[in-house]
């Protein structure tokens, strides 16, 4: 399977249209449920922007600013607690906004900003939601093999 070049798409298109795979920004952004849009930056960043960058290994990720010092970004995943420093070159987009659903929710939208203010503001709760969820996420995987197991051995 050959591996998408978002940056030159971003470079040629002036825009990266994708559904985000993996559940790194969950609540915010559910794993293969949304469509975002991905413009170049061309404005500072600031805290709470979802960036769009390029890992040493080549990955792309999509995370969320949290702080910013000296052209150093700390960014997390909104369903993470661990914090990861990217360099302002390593940054190719900044996420415009999504759709949930048939809506178009604008990256600036501030009942949006609310609600990712107050899922970062309150650490304790996102402590225990966040647990709560990765539970959820285990027990499912792990139920998911059973029932593929059980098929493969019924055939």
Known sequence: MEKTDYKKQLNEKGMVVFVPRGNSMWPMLKNNHQSVIILPKT??????????????????????????????????GDSQIELETVSNDQIIGVMKGFYKGKKFIEATDEKYL????????????RKAVLKFFHFRVKVKKRLLRILKKSKRESK
């Open 114 to 125: 609310r609600k990712v203010e107050k899922w970062y503001k309150n650490k304790s709760r």
């Open 43 to 76: 404005n500072p960043i600031k805290v709470y922007d979802v960036i769009f960058y390029v890992r040493k290994d080549g990955s792309y990720v999509l995370h969320r600013v949290l702080a910013e010092k000296n052209g150093q970004y700390a960014v997390c």
